[in-house]
């Protein structure tokens, strides 16, 4: 094989001085372009690596050629690879795992476009504290047994409450599961694994953290009934009708936009939740919530732009106005609101009955996550309840 100085035998085979280089432009190269040294001297070594990305961008692994053109992959894996056509071992972990401190200031970054100032000064002080105990480190190096010295250790001589150590688990489970799913993303752009795939927040490990749960968890069919008689011509009809007939959560119903969000004829509520990534969704509306949401809008209650809205305004209510609506369409129909005993009430509640009415109506599952924008084990684990009857029902089909 001839040495040229200025061009090579090989497309792309490119000698500068006694040194080879391989040059190439394609659009699917970063930047459109390359040219990078070979690492060798020898022809023949430098035609064998030519060779082997030659390969490597008949197959249309870009995502390995583009590697090895930013530095990131060597030139003799890619050589084994082809020789062995072992082309999966290409496939690595990026080369830097994601750091904490980096990854906290992006959540934060999103937080503070979409939540309240207070909110976003909340979370800033939370994450402050979990970059106080754990340092700026590679996330996937934080393992399930140091969330829970986390989660349960003491802090100033005294461990956390319960809803505390439950804040704290959600608030970081989140942040590691946006760094999860953005990582998988970027590995199918770039045909690599991803450098983050566990989430020690959501462990088993750290099972024992439980949420308060003294309350009525769902309300049966007729008690829903007795609650939207109790507030029949208020503007509390519509509201709890959004819960309960619907399942939209506090803020998802707060914010809804007249005629954008409460699409009448198309027969769907559009909610643009934010809280988790399915969360934005359509929710067909039923015939007992188009009444009510009807009556709603001939009654007045509702605004030009915002449907649910303070008297004498046009925007939506704020979380506190909801909350006091809440308040009273309960203790309308008698029913006591808090979280303090069994017998108590809230507005999740409705989350919790629509869910559940659905699923003893034989309703899967999947329909049920997609109608209430969460994942399908949240929906079995969280919404989805047993009535006291169900038990004996179940177990009278063998009688039959």
Same mark, same amino acid.
């Given at each position: ?8 035998? +090989? ?13 190439? &432009? ?25 060779? %082997? ?10 995502? %390995? ?11 003799? #894996? ?32 999103? $937080? ?13 002080? =939370? ?56 990582? #998988?993303?970027?590995? $199918? ?9 566990? =989430? *020690? ?17 769902? +309300? ?14 208020? *503007?509390? %009809? ?6 309960? +007939? ?9 914010? +809804? ?17 934010? &809280?988790? *990534? ?8 039923? &015939? ?27 925007? *939506?209510?704020?979380? &506190? ?23 108590? $009430? ?35 684990? $969280? ?18």
């Amino acid at each position: 094989m001839a040495r040229e100085k200025g061009g090579g035998v +090989l497309p792309g085979l490119y000698w500068r001085g006694r040194k080879a280089y391989f040059e190439k &432009k394609h659009p699917q190269l970063v930047g459109g372009r390359v040219r990078r040294s070979l690492q060798t001297e020898d022809q023949r070594i430098a035609a064998s690596r030519i060779s %082997a990305l030659q390969v490597l961008m008949e197959r249309g692994d870009w995502g %390995a050629v583009n590697r090895w053109a930013t530095g990131r992959l060597d030139i003799t #894996a890619i050589v084994a690879a082809v020789r062995e056509g072992n082309y999966q071992s290409l496939r690595s972990l990026s080369p830097e795992a994601p750091m904490l401190q980096e990854e906290v200031e992006r959540f934060l970054a999103e $937080v503070g476009a979409r939540r309240s100032i207070r909110t976003h000064e909340q979370y800033r002080a =939370n994450c402050n504290q979990l970059l106080a105990h754990f340092g700026d480190v590679p996330m996937d190096q934080i393992r399930e047994e140091q969330v829970k010295e986390f989660l349960f250790g003491p802090k100033n001589g005294k461990a956390w409450s319960k809803t505390t150590q439950a804040h704290y688990q959600t608030m970081a489970g989140t942040l590691w599961q946006r760094v999860i799913e953005r990582e #998988a993303l970027d590995a $199918v752009d770039h045909d690599a694994l991803p450098g983050l795939t566990r =989430n *020690p927040w959501r462990s088993r490990l750290v099972g024992r953290v439980e949420r308060d749960a003294g309350r009525t968890v769902f +309300l049966l069919p007729e008690e829903w009934t007795a609650l939207r008689e109790g507030i029949e011509g208020t *503007p509390h %009809a519509a509201w709890m009708g959004v819960a309960y +007939l619907a399942g939209l959560r506090l803020m998802e119903a707060a914010t +809804l936009r007249t005629d954008v969000d409460v699409d009448l004829q198309a027969g769907l509520l559009r909610v643009q939740g934010t &809280k988790t *990534p399915k969360a934005r969704r359509d929710v067909p509306i039923c &015939k007992e919530l188009d009444t009510l949401l009807r009556g709603h809008i001939q009654l007045g209650f509702a605004g030009e732009k915002h449907f649910f809205r303070p008297v004498l305004h046009d925007r *939506p209510i704020s979380k &506190k106005t909801a909350q006091r609506w809440t308040q009273e369409a309960y203790e309308a129909a008698g029913l006591e609101v808090g979280r303090h005993s069994n017998d108590t $009430v809230t507005h999740h509640t409705g989350r919790h009955s629509f869910a559940t009415w659905l699923a003893r109506q034989n309703v899967s599952p999947l329909i049920l996550a997609e109608l209430l924008g969460d994942t399908v084990e949240t929906v079995t684990k $969280v919404y989805c309840h047993l009535h006291p009857n169900d038990l004996r029902n179940a177990v009278s089909l063998l009688d039959s």
